[in-house]
């Protein structure tokens, strides 16, 4: 349904919490502080040996300590994913000043997207199998390898019993996963839920990564991420967690809340693409955020800054950038675009913690800059070297996939 | 969201370990055909188990047309594959115009994706190392390759969402895919389940010891366990107008929904069932209904001794006393226990019961559980004039979903 001028309280759709675990640090704060700043958490990766591959950078999360946030006797059930998920649910209710009570746990809930889940115990479950025979494998495993495992340990550490639901879509998981939790605030089912995604740096999944030519320096050069810039090679990659929290207006003026952004509305789509490549059409994009506008009720001219989804490899953020070129071409002033992958590294559901940057970036009237950018692919008002002041109200969250698969949302300020 | 417009079924497809096709699927369900037997897709030599609900004699290449390579496709994409193809063609919607493609979706439940093919990587990769191993065999490792797969094959530009709550997945792809056409992210869209059987789900299961070494036998006082199975299950979801528009048959009508998570243990449902009995009031508030109007429950039914109970102390504190005058059955004690895809595969045999006038039985349940008194239908298939049918999937990690089906009268409705 496209949205029309009345729309009541219960279907606007505001943030009014954020919690996050990310390579740029644990909780808004910090993060914020970090983001700003133009900090850049890439650095040669700790925790597990990068030697038989071409890459060695990473941006990992560091300074997490999960007993900070997770009784012990949850977290020794956990995995890696779960822990995140979890301390960021904390973190993003407390951020909200929602108590999870009796009264109102039936209706709070969480919406996740990972793109690969739990990779680590995934590959050890199967390691074992293989090797030694069934007979040997580790039963207290299994719960883990399932990819709905982080939500579950949540629900449970946090009591919440609303509605609760995992989705994957590669690089577009978490998007797509708060598109989904607006949609279900929308349909009444729910008052408070949490939404976002998780992904783990795990050494078969960074070696993987390496045999599909994902990582920089896929083709040759210095290793480092660059999105946008004329040298990229390739992303580098991220892991971590960032969580929404998410209420209807009514039910946030009712409490009192405070507000960061409204999320307006949400475009899926996709186009043809072979396994695992990136579509080289810009179509795709162009069609999804005209959705998502037309769901918003947001024209195209109001749009005032995109949190990009160019990660430095070199289809996407050509593709990405010819989109927008195309999209905007009749625009005197152009929007802001930014991308802080080159901060955060590309951990596919990183879209938890692009919505949360995008969220206080609207708080703050602002952008994080784009690190590791110095020469545009082409001149667009890329935000480089220091935040920069956007005007305007609108701004738009890019989520695009390998596999040819998109999910936009739109972020608004929201005055009171 | 409109609340007032009606989504129907119009196409139906699957494999199953129990119906190559629909047709033969019906009949067989009708018939009360066992598919639980030894499998031969791997060798079980070394496992505790040996039997399972495997679908037989599958080739790919009779129901995928040529020109779809199906070299980079696993299992669960070509079981996928096969069964979009059998409903599109039911709905007389192959080759789909290219009218409908820009608002077309996908939405599925997945499960092991392609970690059957992934177990030879695994395997390549302890034997012989990381730079011999085939990494052309990963590309289609997760869930989300099924649904890209659809996509592009098809041509699509909608939406396209993998869900990842295990045993209720494909249930709440039904549920996401009739939200995502209710407001206008879709008018069209295919969604279902698929859940490829492979040693290591196998193996996850044995280690649970919550496998049936013989036949699942749902609500008897001997049941053991589960059965394992694997299946895909595609339904074409449509408003009612545009069915009707295009004098399409109906299978039903998909009514409402309810998702919820029990907060309690990772691998154990709650046993005061109050995540199942939450699930059941939110998909007859969501659909409109009271509990007089539920003329069929198709159970979750795994058979695993915690379940069954579990779920009849639901039912009966749902529907109070009337519990014991609503016909309930396991439909797993035929086609086995399909995880990801068991939602939807349910789903169709909702369908088919109320469409076919028929309640499918619960086979192998020869002495009850005293703890289990409902009417489980253990004497064979019984006619019966269904109006509306309710559907349970519960899932590890807590995720209940329930999904209830109404019956089409009118023009278009498809009669068995």
């Known amino acids: ?416 | 969201m409109s609340k007032n417009k009606r989504i129907v079924v119009t196409g139906l497809g699957t494999k199953n370990a129990i119906g190559g096709d629909v047709a033969q699927f019906a009949a067989a369900l009708r018939q009360g055909v066992c598919g639980i037997s030894e499998l031969d897709l791997f060798d079980t030599s070394e496992f505790l188990t040996h039997k399972g609900g495997q679908v037989k004699n599958f080739n790919p290449r009779r129901c995928i047309p040529k020109e779809f390579s199906l070299k980079r496709m696993s299992r669960a994409d070509q079981l996928s594959y096969a069964a979009t193809m059998e409903a599109l063609t039911d709905a007389e919607l192959y080759p789909l115009p290219e009218s409908i493609k820009e608002y077309t979706g996908v939405a599925i439940g997945g499960g092991a994706g392609g970690l059957f093919e992934a177990e030879n990587f695994y395997a390549d990769l302890l034997s012989k190392g990381f730079g011999r191993s085939r990494f052309s065999r990963l590309s289609a490792i997760y869930c989300a390759s099924s649904a890209d797969r659809i996509a592009s094959n098809l041509g699509l530009l909608g939406p396209k969402i993998t869900l990842m709550t295990a045993c209720s997945a494909g249930a709440t792809a039904l549920g996401l895919a009739r939200d995502l056409i209710l407001n206008g992210q879709a008018r069209l869209m295919l969604a279902g389940g698929v859940e490829p059987m492979c040693r290591i789900t196998y193996a996850a299961f044995n280690a649970l010891k919550s496998v049936d070494e013989d036949v699942c036998r749902p609500f008897a006082r001997n049941r053991a366990g589960l059965s394992l199975g694997e299946a895909s299950a595609i339904l074409v979801l449509e408003p009612l107008e545009s069915a009707l528009d295009r004098g399409a048959k109906i299978h039903g009508e998909i009514l409402g929904y309810g998702v919820t998570c029990d907060s309690f243990h990772m691998t154990s449902p709650d046993e005061k069932a109050s995540g199942a009995v939450r699930a059941m009031q939110a998909a007859l508030k969501d659909s409109g209904l009271a509990v007089e109007d539920i003329d069929y429950i198709n159970a979750h039914g795994t058979a695993t001794p915690v379940n069954d109970v579990t779920e009849t102390r639901a039912i009966k504190e749902v529907f109070g006393k009337r519990a014991y005058s609503i016909p309930v059955s396991s439909t797993k004690s035929m086609h086995a226990h399909t995880l990801g895809a068991s939602g939807a595969l349910e789903g169709i045999v909702s369908l088919l019961a109320l469409a076919h006038g028929f309640i499918p039985p619960t086979i192998h349940c020869v002495e009850r559980d005293p703890e289990c008194d409902l009417d489980y239908v253990t004497e064979g298939a019984r006619p019966a004039d269904l109006r509306f049918v309710l559907s349970n999937s519960f899932a590890f990690g807590g995720n209940n979903t329930t999904v209830i089906f109404g019956k089409y009268e009118g023009r278009g409705a498809a009669h068995g």
């Open chain 1, 1 to 416: 349904m496209d949205k029309n001028c009345e729309i009541s309280d219960h279907e606007r759709i505001v943030v009014t919490g954020l919690g996050m675990v990310t390579p740029l640090g644990v909780g808004k704060d910090e993060f914020s502080r970090r983001l700003f700043e133009g900090d850049c958490a890439i650095d040669t990766v700790q925790t597990f040996d990068t030697r038989a591959v071409t890459s060695h950078l990473g941006a990992e999360v560091r300074d997490f300590t999960p007993r900070d946030f997770i009784s012990v006797k949850n977290l020794r059930r956990m995995d890696k994913t779960s822990s995140m998920a979890t301390a960021s649910a904390r973190l993003a209710l407390d951020d909200a000043g929602i108590a999870v009570t009796p009264e109102n746990r039936d209706r709070i809930g969480l919406l996740l997207g990972t793109a690969f889940g739990a990779t680590d115990v995934t590959v050890q479950f199967a390691g074992t199998l293989l090797s030694e025979g069934s007979s040997s494998v580790n039963p207290i495993l299994v719960p883990n390898t399932v990819m709905n495992a982080p939500a579950g340990h949540a629900s449970i550490e946090l009591g919440f019993r609303g509605v609760n639901t995992t989705v994957t879509h590669f690089a577009v998981s978490a998007e797509t996963a708060i598109a989904y939790a607006v949609s279900e605030l929308r349909r009444g089912v729910a008052d408070v839920l949490l939404s976002g995604g998780v992904d783990i740096l795990s050494k078969f999944c960074y070696e993987c990564l390496t045999k599909f030519h994902g990582l920089s320096p896929d083709n040759g050069g210095q290793e480092g991420a660059h999105p946008f810039d004329v040298e990229r090679n390739g992303y580098v990659a991220g892991e971590g967690c960032g969580i929404l929290c998410l209420e209807t207006l009514a039910k946030a003026r009712e409490r009192g809340a405070k507000i960061y952004c409204e999320i307006v509305g949400a475009g899926l789509g996709s186009s043809p693409s072979g396994p695992t490549a990136w579509s080289q059409d810009t179509e795709g994009i162009k069609r999804t955020i005209q959705r998502a506008l037309r769901n918003s009720g947001v024209k195209l001219k109001d749009v005032s800054a995109v949190m990009a989804a160019a990660n430095g490899g070199r289809v996407l953020d050509q593709v990405e950038t010819r989109a927008y070129q195309e999209l905007f071409a009749s625009r005197e002033h152009k929007p802001l675009i930014t991308s802080i992958k080159g901060a955060i590294g590309e951990s596919f559901s990183g879209g938890g913690i692009r919505a949360c940057a995008l969220a206080l970036s609207v708080k703050k009237g602002c952008l994080p800059p784009t690190i590791g950018l110095s020469r545009p692919i082409v001149p667009m008002d890329f935000v480089i070297g220091k935040k920069k002041i956007m005007n305007g109200n609108q701004t738009v969250l890019a989520g695009i996939s390998f596999g040819g698969t998109y999910a936009y949302l739109v972020f608004s300020s929201f005055n009171h």
